[in-house]
């Protein structure tokens, strides 16, 4: 795949993950924290995949 599209796609996903912990943080019930939650491990994954690239 491209360096551009890989680029392009964590970049969205990252917008994404982000928004899935601010919102999150405003829903206070299970609901948010699990949003709170699925965003946390989506920007943890993502800086996991930029790290393996410079081990």
Request: hydrophobic share 55%; with cysteine.
């Amino acid at each position: 795949m491209n360096n551009t599209i890989k680029g392009i796609i964590a970049a969205i996903v990252f917008v994404v993950c982000l928004g899935l912990v601010i919102v999150g943080q405003k829903n206070i019930s299970l609901a948010g924290l699990g949003m709170e939650l699925v965003g946390l491990v989506g920007l943890l994954t993502l800086l996991f995949l930029y790290n393996r690239k410079y081990k």
